[in-house]
């Protein structure tokens, strides 16, 4: 497994992205839609451009307060079709924030978990052996669930500590499981003033960290990285 990790100031990253009206996850996914257009230019070209997804696990925890300490969370793909022409850094933030908008709200999400809970409540699910069940719900997984995005996002948000503790930590890290289907993950954790950014791979070609962090580097934003390996 592959671990390149970027450090980055939150107050700067901020700034950088109230200039656009954005968020830190908003602008952040839109690195990543552009970084991936870029290597599909230099790969496929664009007669074979796919539709590029990045999936944003949503807490479900603020629609329905819980005490577990287990995962949560709905997720939403949110992107463009390169297909269709090209998209200034702008076009892709107002279509991210729209889709976000749209997915991102307690009746889209409702919607979400009925379809998932009608389908094990489903009579002959819940009469089939586990030896055929499993593996049908591992078809239905791969064919709608990591399959139809490019790279998943998820920010943990800022992390809090009792002062006693503060002096002895100095950032945090968050990485999620990389899969055959979805080789590239991303996960984002802050503390204090520090982004700590995880981006985790199963693949050993590198070129998706070169772009997107060489993106936010031109874009005014100090990055220092470290990795497992060398690029």
């Known amino acids: ?16 992205a109230k200039l656009y009206g954005a968020t830190i996850t908003e602008y952040l996914i839109c690195h990543l839609i552009e970084s991936i257009v870029e290597i ?4 496929i070209g664009k007669k074979h451009f796919l539709p590029v997804k990045v999936c944003v696990p949503v807490n479900m925890r603020k629609f329905y307060p819980s005490k577990t300490v287990r995962n949560f969370a709905q997720f939403v793909n949110v992107g463009i079709s390169p297909r269709f022409g090209e998209y200034t850094f702008q076009e892709t933030l107002s279509i991210v924030r729209h889709q976000m908008g749209l997915f991102a709200t307690e009746k889209q ?3 979400r978990m009925s379809m998932n809970v009608n389908a ?10 586990l030896f055929i069940k499993n593996p049908a719900i591992l078809i239905a997984f791969i064919r709608n669930g990591d399959r139809n995005s490019s790279v998943t996002l998820s920010n943990l948000g800022i ?3 009792p002062d006693e503790m503060k002096k002895h930590i100095e950032h945090f890290d968050f990485m ?20 700590c950014i995880n981006i985790t791979r199963s693949i050993k070609e590198s070129f998706f960290e070169r ?10 934003i100090h990055v220092k990285v470290e990795s497992n390996q060398r690029f």
């Open 211 to 220: 772009e997107f962090l060489t993106r936010l580097v031109k874009s005014g």
């Open 1 to 16: 497994m592959h671990v390149t990790t970027a450090f980055i100031s939150v107050k700067a990253l901020s700034e950088k």
């Open 176 to 195: 999620l499981g990389a899969l055959s289907t979805n080789p590239i993950v991303v996960g984002c954790i802050s503390y204090n003033d520090l982004l």
């Open 159 to 161: 992390v809090s500590l």
């Open 109 to 111: 999400l409702n919607a």
């Open 120 to 129: 094990e409540r489903h009579k002959l699910m819940r009469i089939a052996p």
């Open 40 to 43: 599909q230019k230099s790969e």
